[in-house]
């Protein structure tokens, strides 16, 4: 017994070990070390007695020997349960509890295990296992939470059918798979498809549904709906018919059918991340769910439809097919990224998608890359997988399957894809599985394109052009930096999208895919009279840092005529960032090749609104901070916020004399709808108020809140007037006007954040978190105050470090209640060694009082030991 309790290296051991770092790091857990489960789960039977402080949890699981296993050891995760009993076969048994779980010795046959535990879901402030929000109880399993609600083998690759029976007097009683029975207080579930804990479900609670229907492409009618408080149900229509429009596209793309009688979505006001996609019952944050056009924005009916269609799709992508191990989270997670990227493209535009979808991953994920959380789309070690839900595995996941589907083409990827579905339908499968696929589909050798699984970073690639006699030469040269634990790189498979122009815009070669996999590679052109110019990776082609000696007026003219439309905002964003940097670095004026080229882009009725509203947005703050430090600058985050401040005043006046025109060619009459023609008109209308009003103190701004009848205007109208410095009485009505409603009311603390004058950030968020709506251990509450400060962030390194202060007091205090939520936010730190050496030493002190704060969470503790690493 001795031997096998060691073998279960108790976390508190490993906790408290000192190690060669001042703080000390929690247990790794590493890929190489996998080994498959000891048993496997045929049948699992869970009785609930719901109670908020006392839930009684029955579970009789059917257990069998893996004949694939290396051990007998019988080990049962289990946090923060109270056993009552347990029986093996009906006989009571005595477990042995250790920390994590309890082990047993076990017959060598299969046998039946039935343990009874009680628990307090309304204890439960994590928001991880069960737990209770405004009265009903719900669940969050993903990825470990299971095993706070019963003693089970809480691991991906032990799949089996689920029997619940739920006891509450609540109405509604939900969990995975289909209903069988309801009566007085009770209600029974079948979930007959085998799946891992991590998407068991339950709901129990007072809502109304909007229901609906759909039937599959086979004939089967499966009942839809969306659970709400009855407060909220007028806004939950959008998302009924973004299920459907996400069901039938499935079918249509994928040939992927649904596979129950009913399919429950639920929303909840207090959810760690947006949405789960739980088997048959996907749980969401209200705020990925909800909308209506007087409280959302047309982005946030984007974000819900896509949320929607992303839950749905992983019924195949996830629930059909789940993961071997967490370290293969990407196989779930950039697949269905990016199938839900598809799907939005398909319905409202690809070009706009993909521009927004890589402003994401410029901010979200290259930032991640380049800094000391870097980490492989597969990891290969991690104390938390918590931890691992990042703009890595989730974004440049999504890429690194569009590289593929690009180099494989579209009908190979639909081959490979059904032979995926064929061969691994009803298995935990892992990123060779996948490949696998793709090489016996396709007859092509992925063995380096594999790398992109295993390498972090974000590579360099620069592009050297050379004409002569008609024909054009490009050298170009690959390079990803070191990221910790990878100091050397192997070269990548990247598909470089390019397309040539002539000197008068007239495309003289159409999109061809060049395959770049040497550290230096040429690849030449000819049959031509003039020298061409380059347009490359187009639909940016590949998730790299593209590096190139373009002059400006080459810019310009891929702006005004590139055929693809992601490049012609490209060209726009490469000249502002060099006309941002000129202006933080020498203190030059704005170029006025970028100020002529936006007024005719601008000018350019052919352009759809979104897409011009696009281009006229410059590039964030962040974006300039990683463009500096790649030039080898110490970025000035003050210099920075001037130099964007300045900029945007500079469009304002050289833009003044046509922005009224093209704002009142904006407005919409017709009744509100969230489709992308008008809402490409709303955000053009938004953009160019945003500069009308720098130089009308706000007037058009307050025209248009005034008679605003939709979110979408009345927060554009309320941040272009906060940006100015005024807007007072307008945020004053906001706040009444919507007292009730934590959504916007949620919108109404950030906007004041990402608004504040960088100076007058402490203050006002001090002002914020002492108010009584500040109900911090609400996730999307704390968030749009906490997690916003970084689209502030000249505001964030105030260089006193008073925020830094600021956000690590609160970091350190929501941690201590729920260690997911503040450990994503911590993040906020990864960019600390990119600053002067003030703000270093103030950020690093920072982490490090949070590395020490007494009680610090294992999720936080990792993360703050990775940045300072
Ligand atoms: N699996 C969820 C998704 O991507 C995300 C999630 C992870 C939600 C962990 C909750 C907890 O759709
Ligand atoms: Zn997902």
């Known amino acids: 017994l001795a031997a096998k309790l060691a073998a279960f290296r108790p976390d508190k051991e490993a906790w408290m070990q000192p190690t060669h770092a001042t703080i000390p790091q929690p247990q790794k857990i590493y890929l190489a070390d996998y080994t498959p489960p000891a048993y496997l789960v045929r049948h699992v039977e869970l009785t609930f007695r719901l109670a908020p402080k006392a839930t009684r949890v029955i579970a009789r699981i059917q257990f069998a020997p893996n004949p694939a296993a290396h051990?007998?050891?019988?080990?049962?995760?289990?946090?923060?349960?109270?056993?009552?009993?347990?029986?093996?076969?009906?006989?009571?048994?005595?477990?042995?509890?250790?920390?994590?779980?309890?082990?047993?010795?076990?017959?060598?046959?299969?046998?039946?295990?039935?343990?009874?535990?009680?628990?307090?879901?309304?204890?439960?402030?994590?928001?991880?296992?069960?737990?209770?929000?405004?009265?009903?109880?719900?669940?969050?399993?993903?990825?470990?939470?299971?095993?706070?609600?019963?003693?089970?083998?809480?691991?991906?690759?032990?799949?089996?059918?689920?029997?619940?029976?739920?006891?509450?007097?609540?109405?509604?009683?939900?969990?995975?798979?289909?209903?069988?029975?309801?009566?007085?207080?009770?209600?029974?579930?079948?979930?007959?498809?085998?799946?891992?804990?991590?998407?068991?479900?339950?709901?129990?609670?007072?809502?109304?549904?909007?229901?609906?229907?759909?039937?599959?492409?086979?004939g089967k009618d499966v009942s839809l709906a969306v659970w709400t408080r009855a407060a909220d149900a007028d806004k939950a229509s959008f998302a009924l018919g973004a299920l459907q429009r996400s069901m039938l596209w499935d079918e249509q793309a994928y040939g992927r059918e649904y596979d129950l009688d009913v399919f429950n979505i639920v929303a909840v006001s207090d959810f760690n991340s947006g949405?789960?996609?739980?088997?048959?019952?996907?749980?969401?944050?209200?705020?990925?769910?909800?909308?209506?056009?007087?409280?959302?924005?047309?982005?946030?009916?984007?974000?819900?439809?896509?949320?929607?269609a992303h839950e749905y799709f992983h019924n195949w992508t996830g629930n059909r097919i789940t993961c071997r191990d967490w370290f293969q989270l990407s196989l779930k997670e950039g697949l269905t990224v990016f199938r839900d990227q598809q799907f939005t493209g398909d319905l409202h535009g690809h070009a706009v998608k993909r521009i927004r979808d890589v402003i994401k991953l410029h901010t979200r994920q290259f930032r991640e890359d380049g800094g000391p959380l870097a980490h492989n789309v597969r990891p290969e070690s991690f104390v938390e997988i918590s931890n691992f839900y990042t703009g890595t595995i989730y974004e440049k996941g999504a890429e690194v399957i569009r590289m593929l589907h690009r180099?494989?083409?579209?009908?190979?990827?639909?081959?490979?894809?059904?032979?995926?579905?064929d061969r691994l339908d009803g298995q935990a499968a892992t990123i060779e599985d996948w490949l696998q696929v793709f090489q016996d589909a396709t007859g092509r050798d992925l063995t380096q394109f594999k790398r992109w699984y295993q390498q972090a970073g974000t590579p360099q690639v620069s592009v050297v052009k050379e004409y002569a006699d008609g024909i054009l030469k490009l050298t170009l040269r690959q390079h990803t930096p070191p990221t910790p634990g990878q100091p050397d790189k192997l070269p990548l498979v990247i598909p470089v999208a390019i397309g040539l122009l002539d000197s008068e815009g007239r495309e003289i070669l159409a999109t061809q895919v060049l395959e770049f996999n040497q550290p230096e590679q040429c690849f030449t052109f000819s049959g031509f009279d003039d020298a061409p110019i380059a347009s490359l990776l187009?639909?940016?082609?590949?998730?790299?840092?593209?590096?190139?000696?373009?002059?400006?007026?080459?810019?310009?003219?891929l702006l005004a005529h590139?055929?693809?439309?992601?490049?012609?905002?490209?060209?726009?964003?490469?000249?502002?960032?060099?006309?941002?940097?000129?202006?933080?670095?020498?203190?030059?004026?704005?170029?006025?090749?970028?100020?002529?080229?936006?007024?005719?882009?601008?000018?350019?009725?052919?352009?759809?609104?979104?897409?011009?509203?696009?281009?006229?947005?410059?590039?964030?703050?962040?974006?300039?901070?990683?463009?500096?430090?790649?030039?080898?600058?110490?970025?000035?985050?003050?210099?920075i916020h001037a130099a964007h401040e300045a900029l945007k005043n500079h469009l304002a006046e050289h833009l003044e004399a046509v922005l009224p025109g093209v704002y009142a060619a904006m407005q919409v009459d017709a009744p509100y709808s969230p489709e992308a023609d008008q809402a490409g008109k709303r955000a053009l209308a938004n953009a160019t108020l945003a500069l009308i009003s720098r130089t009308d103190h706000g007037q058009a701004a307050e025209a248009q809140y005034a008679k605003a009848d939709n979110m979408t205007l009345t927060l554009g109208a309320l941040a272009s007037l906060l940006s100015i410095g005024r807007g007072n009485s307008q945020l004053a009505a906001f706040a009444t006007h919507w007292a009730d409603d934590k959504l916007v009311i949620d919108k109404w603390f950030a906007l004041q954040v990402t608004e504040a004058a960088p100076r007058r950030l402490l203050n006002m968020l001090n002002r914020l978190t002492a108010l009584d709506t500040f109900d911090w251990q609400n996730p999307n509450r704390f968030r749009s105050v906490l997690a916003t400060i970084s689209a502030n962030p000249a505001g964030f390194h105030q260089a006193d470090g008073s925020v830094y202060r600021f956000v690590a007091d609160?970091?350190?205090?929501?941690?201590?209640?729920?260690?997911w939520t503040a450990s994503r936010i911590s993040a906020a730190f990864d960019g600390w060694r990119r600053y002067d050496t003030g703000r270093q030493a103030l950020m690093r002190a920072q982490i490090e009082r949070i590395a020490k704060a007494p009680g610090i969470s294992r999720e936080m503790s990792e993360m703050v030991g990775r940045m300072l690493a």
Request: negative net charge.
């Open 71 to 218: 051990s007998r050891d019988f080990f049962l995760h289990g946090e923060k349960l109270k056993l009552i009993r347990a029986s093996i076969d009906g006989t009571p048994v005595q477990p042995v509890l250790v920390d994590g779980g309890l082990t047993a010795s076990v017959p060598d046959a299969p046998f039946v295990w039935e343990s009874e535990v009680e628990i307090a879901p309304i204890e439960n402030t994590a928001l991880d296992g069960l737990y209770m929000s405004n009265g009903m109880y719900c669940t969050q399993c993903e990825p470990e939470g299971f095993r706070r609600i019963t003693y089970y083998p809480d691991r991906p690759d032990v799949m089996a059918p689920f029997d619940v029976r739920i006891e509450s007097d609540l109405p509604i009683l939900l969990s995975n798979g289909n209903p069988v029975e309801r009566g007085a207080g009770y209600a029974v579930w079948h979930d007959p498809w085998p799946k891992p804990s991590y998407l068991f479900a339950l709901v129990a609670g007072d809502l109304v549904a909007e229901r609906g229907a759909f039937t599959t492409m086979s």
């Open 275 to 308: 949405a789960m996609e739980n088997k048959g019952l996907n749980i969401f944050n209200t705020a990925a769910v909800l909308a209506s056009p007087a409280t959302a924005t047309d982005m946030d009916f984007q974000r819900v439809e896509g949320v929607i």
């Open 407 to 421: 180099l494989v083409g579209p009908v190979a990827y639909g081959e490979a894809l059904d032979l995926y579905f």
């Open 538 to 557: 187009r639909g940016f082609s590949a998730p790299v840092i593209l590096r190139q000696e373009n002059t400006s007026e080459e810019l310009a003219l």
């Open 562 to 639: 590139d055929t693809d439309s992601f490049n012609r905002w490209d060209a726009g964003q490469q000249l502002a960032r060099r006309t941002l940097a000129a202006m933080v670095i020498d203190n030059a004026p704005p170029s006025s090749t970028y100020l002529n080229a936006m007024q005719a882009m601008l000018m350019n009725e052919a352009l759809y609104p979104a897409l011009r509203a696009l281009i006229l947005s410059l590039p964030s703050e962040e974006d300039t901070a990683q463009n500096l430090a790649l030039a080898g600058q110490i970025p000035d985050p003050d210099a």
């Open 810 to 819: 609160w970091l350190i205090r929501l941690d201590s209640v729920n260690p």
